[in-house]
């Protein structure tokens, strides 16, 4: 038995290095209610279907507490469908600029293609938001061979669903025959509970949420204590595997494959 399938996240784990597009709309959807939400609100349910994730910005004390400051009462389902009504066309009028893969993803998915491994992929995006990053992506040179969304989904992470649907469409199975990866504890919940292996990436992820040029500019002290603080919150939700960067992911899998020859399972 070998790895034939890896299905990777989007935002965070390919494109959008630090994941910067749904926080700066959030950020954007809060500010113009006169709520000032953190980006650690905004980024801790990060990798959720984006109105579940707006649901959770809501639930945040802080959030939570100045809405309520503000409007008398804590954000109502009807407030979150009004705000959700704005916030999609707020992300879609940014995605595009937020498509450009991470380094060393390109070459990662060459090689895993070299292997004749297929490449899926699941989001916390809708299917028309992804409709904006793929092409995007596309002329950078990344197409998937499958992409399924939350909303053709059952539900979304941290449930297996969307998993499941790429390995339907890929004709991949048994599941340990599959690794996820990606950059956030819903990305290592989902991969657990599909039953496949998982493994978190750090840097260029949402979890450190810096740009490229802000951990070029970390100190190697600096880097080393980021990624064990953010590996020890990817292993509690489930990483069987931590990488650095996506380029590692290729070391991972041949070590899988070895464990998977000495009968190991996910």
Request: proline letters at 6%; aromatic letters at 8%.
């Amino acid at each position: 038995m070998m790895i034939k399938t890896v299905i990777l996240d989007w935002a965070g784990t390919v494109v959008d290095y630090g994941s910067f597009a749904p926080v700066e709309a959030f950020r954007r959807l809060f500010e113009e209610r006169g709520i000032e939400a953190s980006s650690k609100a905004i980024r801790k349910p990060m990798g959720r279907m984006k109105k579940d994730h707006l649901r959770d910005i809501c639930s945040d004390p802080d959030v939570s507490a100045a809405w309520q400051a503000k409007y008398g009462s804590a954000p109502s389902e009807c407030d979150i469908d009004d705000m959700y009504e704005a916030f999609e066309p707020m992300l879609f009028s940014i995605l595009h600029q937020f498509a450009a893969p991470v380094p060393g993803a390109l070459k990662l998915i060459a090689s895993l293609r070299g292997q004749g491994i297929t490449i899926g992929t699941t989001t916390g995006y809708t299917r028309p938001m992804m409709d904006i990053i793929a092409p995007e992506a596309a002329k950078h040179g990344y197409s998937p061979d499958s992409t399924v969304t939350p909303d053709e989904a059952a539900e979304g992470r941290p449930h297996p669903w969307m998993i499941f649907r790429n390995a339907e469409r890929l004709g991949t199975y048994p599941m340990s025959a599959i690794v996820k990866c990606g950059d956030t504890e819903a990305d290592m919940r989902e991969g657990r509970n599909a039953g496949v292996w998982s493994v978190g990436v750090i840097f260029g992820g949402n979890e450190i949420g810096l740009t490229q040029a802000e951990t070029a500019a970390l100190t190697p002290a600096e880097k080393e204590r980021l990624f064990v603080e953010v590996s020890e919150r990817l292993m509690q939700a489930g990483a069987h595997y931590i990488i650095r960067e996506i380029g590692e992911l290729d070391g991972i899998i041949s070590h899988i494959n070895e464990r998977m020859k000495e009968g190991e399972q996910p």
